[in-house]
T-cell receptor, first 116, second 113 residues
Framework: AQSVAQPEDQVNVAEGNPLTVKCTYS??????LFWYVQYPNRGLQFLLK????DNLVKGSYGFEAEFNKSQTSFHLKKPSALVSDSALYFC??????????????WGAGTKLIIKP | DGGITQSPKYLFRKEGQNVTLSCEQN?????MYWYRQDPGQGLRLIYY???????QKGDIAEGYSVSREKKESFPLTVTSAQKNPTAFYLC????????????FGPGTRLTVL
C-alpha cells in the first residue's frame, strides 16, 4: 500500500545551523513528491516538488530537497535555519501509476522548532 | 489578487445542525479538494472534484456533502451525521493535470459545541 512516513514528530535546531526534515515513502511506481509548510492556523504553502530529472530540487525560502530512489526518501533541507522557519512541515507523494485522479498521500507532519 | 478564499475563518455549531463551509478560487483551476486536518495527523481527503458538476468521495466522505455548480466554487456541508466534526478544514485547488501542485486556502476551524 502507498504510504508516506515522517519519522520525527518534532525537530529542534539552533538558529544558523543546518536543518533536515525527513520523509520516506512507499509507492509502486516513480513518485511525484511534494513538501508543504503550514504556519499556525493557516493553510498549507507549497515549498517544492520533484517530478523527474535532477535529484536535488530547490524551492521557496531557501529550502531544498534531495530525492533518493534507492532509499525511497525525500528529505527537506536548509543550510542555515531561521527562527521564522519554525512551522509544521508536510511531505506528500503521488504515484501516477496507481491513481486516475490527482490525490496526494500525506505524511503526518513534522513540527520544526528553530531556537534563537 | 489570485487565490483561494475560505469563509468563515472560525465557525461554531451546535450538535445536530448542518453547516456549510465556503471555498472560492479565482485561479481558473479545474480541480478542487476538501481536506480535514486533526492534531497529529496528516491531511485526510473528504471530497474532490475534477470538473464542474462532478465530484468523488475521498477517504472520509461519510457525514459530508459537496456541490460543484461553478468552476470557482466548491462548498462543503458538514451534516449532523458527521460524528466528530470539530476540526480544521482546508480547501485546495489545482490545474487538473497529474503533475500539478495543489494550492490551499487559509482554512476554516469548525467547533461543535
Amino acid at each position: 500500500a502507498q504510504s508516506v512516513a515522517q519519522p520525527e514528530d518534532q525537530v529542534n535546531v539552533a538558529e544558523g545551523n543546518p536543518l533536515t526534515v525527513k520523509c520516506t515513502y512507499s509507492v509502486s511506481g516513480n513518485p511525484y513528491l511534494f513538501w508543504y509548510v503550514q504556519y499556525p492556523n493557516r493553510g498549507l504553502q507549497f515549498l517544492l516538488k520533484y517530478i523527474t530529472g535532477d535529484n536535488l530540487v530547490k524551492g521557496s525560502y531557501g529550502f531544498e530537497a534531495e530525492f533518493n530512489k534507492s532509499q525511497t526518501s525525500f528529505h527537506l533541507k536548509k543550510p542555515s535555519a531561521l527562527v521564522s522557519d519554525s512551522a509544521l512541515y508536510f511531505c506528500a507523494v503521488r504515484d501516477p501509476q496507481e491513481y486516475s485522479n490527482y490525490q496526494l498521500i500525506w505524511g503526518a507532519g513534522t513540527k520544526l522548532i528553530i531556537k534563537p | 489578487d489570485g487565490g483561494i478564499t475560505q469563509s468563515p475563518k472560525y465557525l461554531f455549531r451546535k450538535e445536530g445542525q448542518n453547516v456549510t463551509l465556503s471555498c472560492e478560487q479565482n485561479l481558473n483551476h479545474d480541480a478542487m479538494y476538501w481536506y480535514r486536518q486533526d492534531p497529529g495527523q496528516g491531511l485526510r481527503l473528504i471530497y474532490y472534484s475534477q470538473i464542474v458538476n462532478d465530484f468523488q468521495k475521498g477517504d472520509i466522505a461519510e457525514g459530508y456533502s459537496v456541490s460543484r455548480e461553478k468552476k470557482e466554487s466548491f462548498p462543503l456541508t458538514v451534516t449532523s451525521a458527521q460524528k466528530n466534526p470539530t476540526a480544521f478544514y482546508l480547501c485546495a485547488s489545482s490545474i487538473g493535470q497529474e503533475r500539478d501542485t495543489q494550492y490551499f486556502g487559509p482554512g476554516t476551524r469548525l467547533t461543535v459545541l
